[in-house]
């Protein structure tokens, strides 16, 4: 890390604590040269293999922009736009990989956006998933049926 001040390239750490929810870390450092203080944050990039073999760093806003073409007209604030995208960043990034494929980033999407909006996520899936008849619509209206009957027994069990 260089200084600031005199860009020696040797600096201590003085204090390190955990910024931004636990996504990055703030420390406080001291320049073994000139003994001035500054502060740095890092953080660990996330980075989007796109299909044409470009590399991006992965955008929160990106998410939300192409959930919220397939949420158009249904009850989803943007908030719940912003928590969905926030969780599935939370999934990439648990799985320890520093670059992810576009296509895992559409597969992180369809599980958060079915308990959000069932609409939306055919919508979604339709589109992701390249739905070429009327039958990939309903396989996925069976699964969800199946999920929610599912979820309904559950819900009945733990009353009992």
């Known amino acids: 890390m260089h200084c600031p001040f005199c860009h020696n390239d040797d600096s201590r750490v003085i204090d390190s604590r955990m910024a931004e929810d636990g996504n ?9 040269k000139c003994c001035k203080r500054f502060t740095t944050l890092e953080t660990s990039a996330l980075s989007v293999s796109k299909r044409s073999g470009t590399l991006e760093p992965f955008s929160r806003q990106k998410v939300i922009s192409g959930v919220k073409k397939a949420c158009q007209g249904r009850p989803v604030s943007d908030d719940n736009l912003a928590h969905l995208a926030q969780q599935v960043e939370e999934d990439l990034r648990s799985t320890g990989k520093s670059q992810i494929d576009s296509h895992s980033i ?3 999407i369809l599980g958060p956006l079915r308990e959000l ?8 899936a339709s589109v992701y998933s390249s739905f070429d008849d009327l039958e990939d619509f309903q396989a996925a209206i069976d699964e ?7 979820a309904n027994s559950q819900t ?5």
């Open 156 to 160: 009945k069990l733990e009353a009992q």
């Open 117 to 124: 909006d069932v609409v939306a996520y055919l919508r979604f």
């Open 24 to 32: 990055a870390i703030r420390r406080r450092r001291e320049c073994t």
């Open 144 to 150: 969800i049926r199946v999920r929610q009957q599912e």
């Open 106 to 108: 559409g597969r992180a």
